[in-house]
């Protein structure tokens, strides 16, 4: 296939990307996750071409240097364009995966020029952060911001003064208060994944077998750091989370008992709680399964009415699917909210652009072959360093219930 033909799909695929990000369609969080995954197959399918078709211009143009003038050393290596560095290329990812079969080290140090430390390879490294943040789950609509170690900074929390003033008037002044300070201290996240050495021979040079070891670790740090984001209290981790970031009842909706006494008032309450300069951008709700069924279900004031308050088209009925609002406001459906939860909120609303996950220099991996040796099987440590803040409580409203569900 021609260069110029490939970038050209390339752009094709990348404004399909963007097109199943923002989900204008309606799509269910399965069919946007299937859509996304065949794409970038597609993707790296398309980036593999490119990269054989430069190998092969490459040794053609040696061989005819060779043919023209005599060779007294070897020639230098070609640069390739489409490099960014030795753990993006192909052959550093199937020197990985061998090395991880083998525990033969060399192989990777020969592509890599290393005698420490080694890269995980750049489509095993993009594979987990698409995995983690996916832009269907609360983890891909958060706030995050990378940091290099604990920090300590000051948040805005009072406005300067604006008057209106008559002419030749003095102007009265005031410094914006930054008097509130948020401490940031990333604490360590790691998932180990024990792998036979069957399993990693049969990933060398599949590309498939490989994605799918590095999303399962991605699938199981997604759960528990949405937990430890959520909930708060997850052991190691940070206290607070989002369910406690109502700090006053000026922000809280309480309803007595659980689910099923929710009415469209609350909703309505809940959404209000927010102050409207917060109401917009980034500004959604956030509850679990059995709450968004429960929202679905609120019917018309009337002891016999089948009339839903919440219609998924203008003809009413169920037929049409989900709409993608509550009272016009955007839903992420999110099963790490605590539905036994009975002192914080447990349908949340707010702008999460005032809610930051802190990242620590990205995900690493450590791998060890020895501790598992006895069974010919190796160890996969993928880590990385998160800390959570709400940087503004009253960007954020919930719904209470004195009742578990």
Same mark, same amino acid.
């Given at each position: 296939?021609?260069?110029?033909?490939?970038?050209?799909?390339?752009?094709? &695929?990348?404004?399909e990307?963007?097109? @199943?990000?923002e989900n204008? =369609?309606? +799509?269910?969080?399965?069919?946007?996750?299937?859509?996304?995954?065949?794409?970038? !197959?597609?993707a790296?399918a398309?980036?593999?071409s490119?990269?054989? =078709?430069?190998?092969?211009?490459?040794?053609e143009?040696?061989?005819?240097k060779?043919?023209?003038?005599?060779l007294?050393?070897?020639?230098?290596?070609?640069a390739? %364009?489409?490099?960014?560095?030795?753990?993006?290329?192909?052959?550093?990812?199937?020197?990985? +995966?061998?090395?991880?079969?083998?525990?033969?080290?060399?192989?990777?140090?020969?592509?890599?020029?290393?005698?420490?430390?080694?890269g995980?390879?750049?489509?095993?490294?993009?594979?987990?952060?698409?995995?983690?943040?996916?832009?269907t789950?609360?983890?891909?609509?958060?706030?995050?911001?990378?940091?290099?170690?604990?920090?300590?900074?000051?948040i805005?929390?009072?406005?300067?003064?604006?008057?209106?003033?008559?002419?030749?008037t003095?102007?009265?002044?005031?410094?914006?208060?930054?008097?509130?300070?948020v401490?940031?201290?990333?604490?360590?996240? @790691?998932?180990?994944?024990? $792998?036979?050495?069957?399993?990693?021979a049969?990933?060398?040079?599949?590309?498939?077998m490989?994605g799918?070891i590095? !999303?399962?670790?991605a699938?199981?740090m997604?759960?528990l750091?949405?937990? $430890?984001?959520?909930?708060?209290?997850v052991?190691?981790? +940070?206290?607070?989370?989002l369910?406690?970031?109502?700090?006053?009842?000026?922000?809280?909706v309480?309803?007595? /008992?659980?689910?099923?006494?929710?009415?469209?008032?609350?909703?309505?309450?809940a959404?209000?709680?927010?102050?409207?300069?917060?109401?917009?951008?980034?500004?959604?709700?956030?509850?679990?399964?059995?709450?968004?069924?429960?929202?679905? !279900? &609120?019917?018309a004031?009337?002891?016999?009415?089948?009339? #839903?308050? +919440?219609?998924?088209?203008?003809? /009413?009925?169920?037929?049409?699917?989900?709409? /993608?609002? &509550?009272?016009?406001?955007?839903?992420?459906?999110?099963q790490? @909210?605590?539905?036994?939860?009975?002192?914080? $909120?447990?349908?949340l609303?707010?702008?999460?652009d #005032? %809610?930051?996950?802190?990242?620590?220099?990205?995900?690493?991996?450590?791998?060890?072959?020895?501790? /598992?040796?006895?069974?010919l099987?190796?160890?996969?440590?993928t #880590?990385?360093?998160?800390?959570? !803040? @709400?940087?503004?409580?009253e960007?954020?409203?919930?719904?209470?219930?004195?009742? $578990?569900?």
């Open positions: 296939m021609a260069t110029l033909s490939i970038r050209h799909e390339l752009g094709t &695929i990348a404004a990307m963007r097109k @199943v990000n204008k =369609e309606g +799509w269910s969080a399965a069919e946007v996750e299937e859509r996304f995954d065949a794409l970038n !197959k597609r790296a398309l980036e593999q490119v990269q054989d =078709e430069a190998r092969t211009k490459r040794i143009d040696l061989a005819t060779a043919n023209d003038i005599q007294r050393t070897a020639p230098a290596p070609v390739r %364009a489409t490099r960014t560095g030795p753990t993006a290329s192909p052959e550093y990812r199937d020197a990985f +995966w061998r090395y991880l079969s083998t525990g033969n080290m060399a192989e990777v140090r020969a592509i890599t020029g290393s005698t420490t430390n080694i995980l390879p750049d489509d095993m490294y993009r594979t987990l952060v698409e995995k983690l943040y996916q832009p789950n609360l983890l891909g609509r958060l706030n995050r911001l990378a940091v290099d170690g604990d920090k300590k900074f000051a805005g929390n009072a406005l300067p003064t604006s008057a209106f003033v008559a002419e030749n003095s102007i009265s002044a005031s410094d914006p208060s930054f008097s509130a300070q401490t940031v201290d990333p604490v360590k996240l @790691v998932c180990r994944t024990t $792998a036979s050495i069957e399993a990693l049969d990933a060398v040079g599949n590309p498939d490989q799918y590095m !999303k399962q670790q699938t199981s997604s759960i750091l949405e937990q $430890a984001i959520v909930r708060g209290g052991s190691g981790a +940070w206290t607070d989370g369910e406690k970031a109502p700090v006053t009842a000026s922000q809280t309480a309803v007595t /008992g659980a689910y099923s006494a929710l009415t469209g008032d609350n909703i309505i309450d959404a209000h709680k927010v102050a409207p300069q917060y109401r917009t951008g980034n500004f959604f709700w956030v509850m679990d399964d059995t709450a968004l069924k429960t929202i679905r !279900k &609120i019917k004031p009337s002891t016999t009415s089948t009339d #839903y308050i +919440w219609k998924p088209d203008l003809n /009413g009925g169920l037929v049409g699917g989900f709409p /993608g609002t &509550i009272y016009g406001i955007p839903y992420v459906v999110c790490s @909210v605590d539905a036994a939860e009975t002192t914080n $909120a447990r349908i609303i707010g702008n999460f #005032y %809610a930051t996950l802190f990242e620590r220099l990205g995900m690493q991996m450590l791998v060890d072959p020895y501790s /598992g040796s006895s069974t099987a190796v160890n996969l440590y #880590y990385a360093r998160f800390d959570f !803040k @709400v940087l503004l409580a960007a954020f409203a919930g719904i209470t219930f004195s009742t $578990a569900n």
